[in-house]
Nanobody, 123 residues
Framework: QVQLVESGGGLVQAGGSLRLSCAASGILGTINTMGWYRQPPGKQRELVATITKGGDTNNADSVKGRFTISRENAKNTVYLQMNNLKPEDTAVYYC?????????????????WGQGTQVTVSS
């Protein structure tokens, strides 16, 4: 089993920044990819960014140039640096981990989920 604990959400004004962290624990040997999904109010969950064990990253078009995903393997921690935040970035952000190296946009290939952290961007 793998446990994921997120931190770093909150309320920020448009144009501001936040950094989310996700600490993984448990049996991590089979985990190849970690990443972030988000679920805006009243909408479907969507992929934000992923990073493989080797460091390959993939970002959704909506966040390219603004969000950066990174990982610190020694601490089993993944980060999501979010800059130039917009009101449409408001969502619950979920950390995810999985054995597959490529994920679909809805999270059907994810094996483990965090509890979620709220990010609210005011205009």
């Amino acid at each position: 089993q793998v446990q994921l604990v997120e931190s770093g959400g909150g309320l920020v004004q448009a144009g501001g920044s936040l950094r989310l962290s996700c600490a993984a624990s448990g049996i991590l040997g089979t985990i190849n990819t970690m990443g972030w999904y988000r679920q805006p109010p009243g909408k479907q969950r969507e992929l934000v960014a992923t990073i493989t064990k080797g460091g390959d990253t993939n970002n959704a078009d909506s966040v390219k140039g603004r969000f950066t995903i990174s990982r610190e393997n020694a601490k089993n921690t993944v980060y999501l640096q979010m800059n130039n935040l917009k009101p449409e970035d408001t969502a619950v952000y979920y950390c995810a981990a999985g054995r597959r190296t490529a994920w679909d946009i809805y999270g059907n290939l994810v094996n483990y989920w965090g509890q979620g952290t709220q990010v609210t961007v005011s205009s």
